[in-house]
């Protein structure tokens, strides 16, 4: 120390300091601004917006927020205790973007590392002998393979049709199961609160196939109809089964939810037609991969020949990456089951429930903590996946704004916090719907900024 002063006096030491503490300042007041890591771009920004919501007017308005949120000050007051992020950091949990499993991922290092020279997958062509004849063998083999190790569905007699992303198989599968000649449109209902873009995804082209009848427990029409079925329930989390119980009726079951991770296993889905996405099994929201398990041939027939007439086909890069990841989470279940020395040191899915289940355990202590919000009760079931009675831990959390708040949503985006509010999902505007699937970091900061929020 003697030495260092005679080589800084006082006086320098103490313009050092202060220029130090100016850019630190400057540094929170410029990423609170920005809201993005550096590198990322506003238009990144904005694709990312629309993941889950699946449309732009939705991203925009988003984006308008973000930045009226970024240059005016809030009306909110942001307690002194959240110094870590000034309690400036807009938090955004509107979107059920996945990164929460980037973690796993990154200990998984070059397991899922997949290289294709320049002359792979560049024919249309992946197996003509298969109905859907754009499915990458090796990714129809991991789907069974994966289904069989958790238990999750029957794929028995079932037609595997790969699609872009879940989103694409279901309008394949409304185009697939509405009759082409028929004098009315098909009706498509889904209890609410029902998963957000099914009515705009369904509308969007205003089909004369079918369109979007609405909530399913007030149909009362006896014509034909298309019942979408979401369990466990995109936004509240529920186990869900059919509501509408009329004849002419034909289900769509989307099971995107429907792994360890999120619900207990009950039994094998045992449907006509049931979707699932790797966007929410393993995280790869990116990679853009669903697959549809189907029992009518001339159903999955049908939905190839949207997918044909779409795209001609799916990006035979991302099956191959796709098959790969679900390989390795196969791999990490069944090694962990069958040797005590194993090279994994917990099952993907071991990793993810523990996850989900300390986020909902920290999230019902900051809200039983005080009376402004309320959360639904799940009742515990048994899992054959873990082997045990376990509590649900949905990717998201239905949060209800108690007392006299009658916007959640609004409420919420005072306090910096970006939710999905009830009207986008046929309710009342009293819940939001929160994802439960951010990363570490941001997930913490929302926690602390909620602990904080006072009516
Ligand atoms: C219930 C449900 N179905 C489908 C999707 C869309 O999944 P994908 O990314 O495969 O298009 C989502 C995405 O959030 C979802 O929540």
Known sequence: MAKITTIFS????????????????????????????????????????????????????????????????????????????????????????????????????????????????????????NLCWFLEPEFGKQVVRLHKVVGNAETDGRHIVVGTGSSQLYLAALFALSPANASQPMSVVSAAPYYSSYPSMTDCLKSGLYKWAGDARSFNQDSPYIELVTSPNNPDGFVRHSMVN?????????LAYYWPQYTPISSPADNDLTLFTVSKTTGHAGTRIGWALVKDPQVARKMTKFIELNTIGVSKDSQLRAAKVLKVVADSCEKTRTSSSSEYNESFFQFSYRVMDQRWQQLREVVNSSSVFSLPDFPPDFCHY??????????????????????????????????????????????????????????????????????
């Open 10 to 129: 006082l006086k320098n030491l103490f313009v050092l300091s202060v220029a130090l503490n100016v850019s630190l300042i400057l540094k929170v007041f410029y990423q609170s601004e920005k809201q993005v890591p550096v590198g990322v771009s506003t238009e990144e920004q904005k694709a990312s917006l629309t993941a889950d919501s699946g449309y732009q007017k939705e991203a925009d308005v988003n984006q308008k927020t973000i930045q009226s949120l970024s240059t005016s000050s809030s009306s909110a007051t942001i307690s002194l205790a959240e110094i870590e992020d000034g309690g400036e950091r807009i938090i955004n949990l509107d979107h059920g973007d996945p990164t929460m499993y980037e973690k796993y991922w990154k200990q998984m290092g070059e397991r899922t590392t997949i290289v294709i020279p320049g002359w792979q997958s560049m024919s249309y062509f992946s197996d003509v002998k």
């Open 246 to 254: 009329k004849t002419g009726g034909t289900l769509i079951h989307d």
């Open 386 to 455: 873990h082997g045990q009675v376990l509590e649900p831990r949905p990717a998201f959390a239905w949060l209800k704004c108690e007392r006299e708040l009658q916007d959640c949503e609004s409420f919420l985006r005072g306090h910096k916090l970006l939710t999905r509010g009830g009207r986008h999902f046929g309710v009342e505007p009293k819940h939001v719907r929160i994802s439960m699937l951010d990363r570490d970091d941001n997930f913490r900061l929302f926690l602390k900024r909620l602990s904080m929020v006072q009516p």
